[in-house]
């Protein structure tokens, strides 16, 4: 297979082309690249649905038996390190690989972590499942995440940005919404294992979609942006093998366990944050005005880890919430607990046809991103509000009605619909056009570290505390919230004094 590191293509030809095929307004490109996205996601939710139970239920039952604090721990760690992984798969795509390789590479490592843990049995089938899944899902993300927004560079295209990442993002939430749906039922009814081969059946259809779907995608995808020479790709191999090394001491010295890997992956994503920025920063292909747009994109990357926190935190405190708090009984059916994430799901797909339409219809007048994420933050904040306020409704001991629940779960499905693409938009119109595919791993570290986070914070959550914990998690986010009015507040005053200057 010939892969071109040529630098130089001609995106008016392409667009040309993307303009005559329209795929509901939007590049016929997008299809495709949704659709793998769909079945990554998919596979991807149904596991994290699961992942927490899987670690923490009795052998009995089918699980490892381990401790709720460690499972939340490592399903947090498993998260963060998805999203972390992120931006080697983007500097390989920006540096060594073009984007659609690197996008069939990592669905087929995904596919095949996958098949892992649905065939080999105990704690080494899942180490070695979600590391393959880890790796792969980080070579395929911020590749897709920027092939989306390559099918916008045009200038006639770049109004419809937003939109489109909006009905992207709410294309692939069809695949979050059934994960869970699938994967509950399969380990409820046969077990887990069952549950782990369909995610792997699901990534496998994925890769069939790409493969269906390969001409549609952007030229650009063809090439490398910025090639790395030959003797940097020796000293990227070395690098590799010394991770790897460093990794086995540190795990058979017992420096890392189990119990302790969540505060080594905050630590790594810290550094990982600082190094990916000045990267871009003091890089010489990045223009000025090209730098000024990733530094004013930090106010929002940080917003980005304060919701994705409390957000990810489904899979974790509200994981545990839901199977020990939540009397999920309706009539004769009990409802499994992993389903919890397909109600937000649900709810975000309804309202991600509703924006992006509504921003199509409307083109180039898009309120100020500051203002929208903080709307979403207090969204959020007011689900965890709900959540401080049931215990006092129904008494203490007393498991909370399903109901009320899918009513704050409804407000995490709104508010993420809001803030996620936005924040996938926004990074996408900061990246600058020597690393687009670094700038997406640079969002995706939001969620590495809110993963983490949420596996660091649930270890606090017990239900003698639940109404402290929840009532400060809504303030954390309105915090956050103010702190975003208050910069476009600022922003607006400065360009009107400006303007009468």
Sequence with gaps: MEISTQQSFTPVNENSRIRSDGFF???KGLLPIGGVELWERLSFYGLQGILAYFIYYSVSHGGLGLDQSTAVGITGSYGAGVYLIQPVGAWIADRVIAPRYVTLLGATVVMTGHVMLALLSGLSGLLVGLALIVIGTGLLTPTVYAMVGALYVDA??????DSGFYLFYGGIQIGAFLGPIVTGYLQTR??????????AIGMALGIVFLLCGWKLLPASSRVVPNPISRAGRLMVVAAAVFAVLLMSVLVSSSTITLANINHYVLVLVAIVVVLCF????RSKEVSNSERQKVVRFIPIFFASVVFELFFLSLFTTLAIYADTRVDLALGSWEVPPSYISSVVVLTGITFSIIISATLKRHGGRRPSAFIVLGIALCGLAMAYAL??????FYGEGNKIGVLPVVLSLALFGVAQITFTPLVMSQASEAAPRSHQASMMAIYSLTMAAGSGLSGFVAQYYSEENEIIFFALSACAILVMAIALFAINFSKARANNSASAG
């Design 387 to 392: 959540f401080a306020i049931y215990p006092l």
């Design 278 to 281: 000045a990267n871009i920063i």
């Design 156 to 161: 006639n295209r770049t109004r419809d940005r």
């Design 25 to 27: 307004g939007h590049p």
């Design 190 to 199: 046969v077990g887990f294992h069952a549950a782990f081969s369909a995610a």
